[in-house]
């Protein structure tokens, strides 16, 4: 198995999964141009895609979704939650994410795993394949115990570092923003994710992927000198942006 990231951040988010000639596509915050763009960039086209599968209903993770699965006919997977928040207009296959049960798909088995983030129904995702385990962990406001114990089985793990505290809080925001960034429901700071990872076997990680790093509210910097001792006994640490994502990661 092997995942690839179209762009991570808060102008749009997308991330490939691969194994067996399957290709699942994690959310499409991008239009259909830049969608197509940026897959060719990894070597892929819309038409080799399996499915889209859907967090929640946020625009930088969700915009380009319709128009990508009327344009290619691609099944999507969501919460009704999720469906329900949005206008979608006619999909061509909607298959609901019920109660957060895991699936199958193609040569993916695939967990769906409820956090607290402030959308209606947001899922995030652990797969496997081949007896390998890709955790997919962005836009939540806290690490729960569910959430914890749902990624203890990982090989590879993309999480979320969205913010430094201190340059939220001095930033330029809105008040109302910073609170919702910051707060329970929002996203996770540096700090967090390195609590998350303390409590986590770090050297089982092939590949540890740090991504949805603000661009207004943190730094690699930031988040590399927090992140970087909890990060050290994995096999290696990747860092996401926005405009490139990050190249394809195997996992063996």
Known sequence: MRFASLGSGSKGNGTLIEADGETLLID???????TVARLARLGKTPDQLSAVLV???HGDHLRGVPALAR???????????????KALGNLPDVRFIEGYQAFELGPFSVQPVAVPHD????AQFVVTANQKTLGVLTDLGMITAHVQDSYQDCDALVLEANHD????AYGSYPQSLK????????HLSNQQSAGFLEHFDVARLQQLVIAHISQQNNSLEAAELVL???????????YACQD???????IH
Not at 71 to 83: A, D, E, Q, R, S
Not at 165 to 168: D, H, I, K, N, R
Not at 244 to 250: A, I, P, R, T
């Open 244 to 250: 490139q994502g990050f190249d394809w990661l195997e």
């Open 28 to 34: 499409c915050g991008f239009s259909v141009k830049d």
């Open 165 to 168: 505290p201190v340059m939220l």
């Open 55 to 57: 967090t929640h209903e």
């Open 228 to 238: 970087g001792p909890v990060s050290a006994g994995a096999g290696q640490v990747h």
């Open 71 to 85: 344009k290619y006919n691609l099944p999507v997977y969501i919460t009704p939650g999720t469906f329900k928040a």
């Open 179 to 186: 609170q919702r960034v910051g707060g329970p429901w929002g």
């Open 119 to 122: 959308a209606r129904e947001p």
